[in-house]
């Protein structure tokens, strides 16, 4: 009798998912793009390390062909969210140093221990049970010191962190690294980053010749250039643009492409999608694709009579080259598009658009959502037929 396979491990997908003439919508992920990008920010840190956030399954991308692209292009460092996703760093990249920025949830240091990886202690809570694990293992276990300066998420205030320097609970762990975590590193005029970069500064005084980490992706571009000896990116690696209102100095990394259903023509006065929000002004030629909010395309990007009354932004994508707005609202499965303006030999039966690529990049697709580019991202979809370009799985 044969034996059945083994479960597959969880970056396997990619064998699963549709072959690309049955995919619904196909994304395209650019390693080469992705090591570029950290590359880049690589260089302008320098002399800091810069590191990378692979958190949310590398903000959407995959942790497994991330984590491998990021660390042939010389990265050594990564941050995740939670213990899960360490985990799953630690088995791709054995000598990595890799950070839990979620806090250290009670119970759980034999699992840390296990894969070596080093919690953010953002309380005394924190920093008793893990004293208690690196006691239990007799030697002094690494791990990063998560001081609250202004996002009142998690973290020891200011004081409290300063305080602990001279505190006996701290014995028995060792700081590898003081981090803390900018409000609104992308408003560079905004006063509350000169605050938070003070507040670090006073708790940095208090512990000499530890390394410390403040900028995210925009606090790398901030003129105070708070980098000092780690910096994080995270969503700029994946292309998204870390200097709003500036040209976006990243290259794209992904591209998604949905494939047309059918085509059909309409009456003026007749109404596309549910609750018949859109009522077509004049004739009008419709093209439908097989993606919706169940591949993460965000329903909130719906087109509507009101949102076009009142000149609100809704969902485009590119077809043959041509901006296309979108008709009605997004389904779960589908999104109609309003495709008058393109030459009718121009789009047919089974081909594919463009929702994300091109002049069409995350950061609008956002706005035009009504939400932002981070949240494009880790919506991705696991309908997708997903291919990998520019690096090896």
């Known amino acids: 009798m044969t034996a059945p396979p083994s479960p597959a491990s969880p970056w396997e997908w990619t ?184 507040a670090f500064e006073a708790v940095r005084a208090v512990f000499p010749g530890i390394p410390a980490s403040l900028a995210n992706s925009s606090g790398i571009f901030l003129p105070q250039r708070p980098h000092y000896q780690l910096v994080r990116p995270g969503y700029a690696l994946y292309g998204g643009n870390p200097t709003p209102g500036r040209p976006n100095p990243m290259s794209p990394v992904v591209r998604l492409e949905g494939r047309v259903l059918q085509i059909r023509t309409v009456r003026e006065g007749e109404t596309v999608g549910y609750n018949a929000q859109w009522t077509a002004p004049g004739e009008r030629r419709l093209a439908t694709i097989s993606v919706g909010y169940a591949d993460g395309y965000p329903r909130a990007a719906s087109a509507t009579d009101a949102k076009r009354a009142g000149g609100a932004a809704f969902g485009e994508a590119i077809v043959a080259g041509r901006r296309c707005p979108f008709a009605g609202r997004v389904s779960m499965d589908l999104i109609v598009l309003d495709v008058s303006q393109v030459p009718a030999a121009d789009v047919c039966r089974g081909d594919l658009v463009t929702l994300i690529g091109g002049d069409l990049d995350l950061d609008e697709v956002g706005r035009r959502a009504g939400t932002i580019g981070y949240e494009i991202l880790t919506s991705l979809g696991r309908r997708y037929r997903r291919t990998y370009v520019g690096g090896s799985l």
């Open 15 to 198: 064998e699963t998912c549709p072959p690309p003439c049955e995919a619904g919508g196909l994304l395209t992920i650019d390693l080469a793009a992705l090591a570029a990008n950290w590359r880049l920010l690589r260089d302008r840190v320098s002399p800091a390390e810069c590191a990378a956030v692979v958190k949310a399954d590398a903000y959407g991308i995959g942790i497994e062909p991330a984590v491998r692209a990021l660390a042939a292009a010389g990265c050594r460092t990564f941050f995740v969210a939670q213990l899960s996703e360490g985990a799953r760093v630690r088995a791709v990249c054995p000598q990595a140093v890799i950070y839990v920025l979620n806090s250290f949830p009670p119970g759980t240091g034999d699992t840390y221990v296990r894969h070596g990886l080093r919690p953010a202690l953002g309380s005394r809570e924190d920093i008793e049970e893990w004293a208690a694990v690196s006691r239990a293992v007799g030697r002094r276990l690494p791990a990063m010191l998560h001081v609250d300066t202004g996002m009142n998420r998690l973290g020891l205030p200011p004081a409290e962190a300063a305080a602990l320097a001279g505190d006996a609970l701290v014995q028995d762990v060792e700081f590898a690294l003081v981090a803390s975590h900018f409000v609104s590193s992308e408003e560079p005029e905004n006063p509350i980053n000169a605050r938070q970069v003070a």
